[in-house]
């Protein structure tokens, strides 16, 4: 897992369930994993993506959901259709390990998406989930009771300008990581 390149990805959607809603936007942070000559870990940002994806389905979306991702259709005038994004995706986050917060969420999203697409998922098989790490390292201390992004982010000081944005998301997420790989 040392030597495969990570992928922190976010995405927002319609709603909450896979089956019924869509993905309107996708946020990827591809970090190369590499070691320092004293053998400490190095992580390199090389590469950062962000697709509005059109949805097909508008009517099916959630509306709290449209408003907590702020959707506007003149936003997604030129967006990507979802198989033009999943493609994109498939060859950025080739053999990358999948990264997210909530990680169930944003990959049952991303397999069905594959998998309606007839797209290739060319990433590692292996997932890590910010969320169980964090709970894993910080859960005997007082001073944090959630991991949410949102209180992750507090917590470590790492600032999130556009939070619910697929992009800063994924970004935040990275920041959050290395905070929680330093303790």
Do not use: C
Not at 25 to 34: K, T, Y
Not at 116 to 122: F, L, P, R, S
């Amino acid at each position: 897992m040392k030597r495969h390149n990570l992928a922190f990805l976010d995405i927002e959607t319609t709603g909450l369930d896979p089956e019924k809603h869509e993905i309107i936007e996708i946020g990827v942070v591809v970090v190369r994993q590499a070691l320092n000559p004293d053998g400490s870990p190095s992580l390199e940002v090389i590469d950062e993506l962000e697709y509005k994806v059109k949805p097909e389905r508008i009517q099916d979306a959630d509306p709290r959901a449209l408003r907590v991702n702020g959707y506007n259709p003149s936003d997604w005038v030129f967006a990507y259709t979802l198989e033009e994004a999943m493609k994109a995706l498939s060859e950025k986050t080739k053999d990358a390990i999948f990264v997210a917060h909530n990680v169930t969420f944003d990959y049952s999203f991303i397999e069905r998406a594959f998998r309606t697409t007839g797209v290739e998922n060319k990433m590692h098989y292996h997932k890590m989930d910010t969320i169980s790490i964090a709970f894993a390292l910080l859960h005997k201390k007082d001073d944090i009771e959630r991991f949410s992004l949102q209180k992750l982010t507090q917590y470590f000081g790492v600032e999130n300008k556009k939070s619910h944005t697929a992009l800063s998301d994924a970004r935040a997420t990275y920041e959050v990581y290395k905070k929680l790989m330093s303790l």
